[in-house]
């Protein structure tokens, strides 16, 4: 089952509200190419994880076994899924949220790819001030790296994925 919009419940919401005030004055400054300090740390940060409790959401309504990340608010974390496969190896997973009409592309570091590389990413879109979100779809590192599409618009390298280079979140159901 995939929803077209994954609407946050209070709880799940109050989590990354939490999470996103606790990490703010650790969150990177490698990764805030945004105006507006601490507060706008937090701020992100809580877009971030709403994005992931969508992601989540999808998860359970269609029984996946995985793990979700539970680092401390003072570390960088390592996934923020993993998704469990018996007799596989686990895929860690990286969800990416944009808050904006006019993002089309999902961004991910060159730098930060090349040393902690995930193997899916999803692409989620927030619904700014309320608690709706859309999963998008998703890519492989496979897919990123055969794309090579590396773009700077004046901050870090970024490996860019296109919304028309995603996979359909339909075809997450063959991982």
């Not at 979700?68 to 990416?96: A, N, Q, W």
């Amino acid at each position: 089952m995939i929803r077209d919009v994954y609407t946050i419940p209070d709880d799940l919401y109050q989590e990354a509200f939490n999470y996103a005030k606790a990490s703010r004055a650790f969150t990177s400054n490698r990764h805030d190419f945004h105006p507006g300090g601490l507060d706008n740390k937090q701020k992100k940060m809580f877009e971030g994880k709403l994005g992931e409790k969508a992601f989540k959401m999808f998860l359970v309504d269609n029984n996946f076994s995985f793990a979700e990340d539970h680092s401390s608010p003072e570390e960088r974390d390592k996934y923020d899924f993993m998704l469990l496969k018996t007799g596989l190896p686990s895929l860690l997973i990286d969800v990416k949220t944009r808050t904006k009409d006019f993002h089309t592309r999902t961004l991910e570091m060159v730098e930060q790819y090349t040393k902690h590389p995930k193997n899916i990413y999803i692409s989620a879109r927030l619904y700014e001030g309320t608690q709706k979100v859309s999963l998008l779809g998703w890519y492989t590192d496979e897919d990123m790296l055969e794309k090579k599409q590396i773009e700077n618009n004046g901050y870090l390298d970024n490996y860019v994925m296109y919304d028309s280079d995603l996979r359909p979140m339909e075809s997450f159901f063959k991982i």
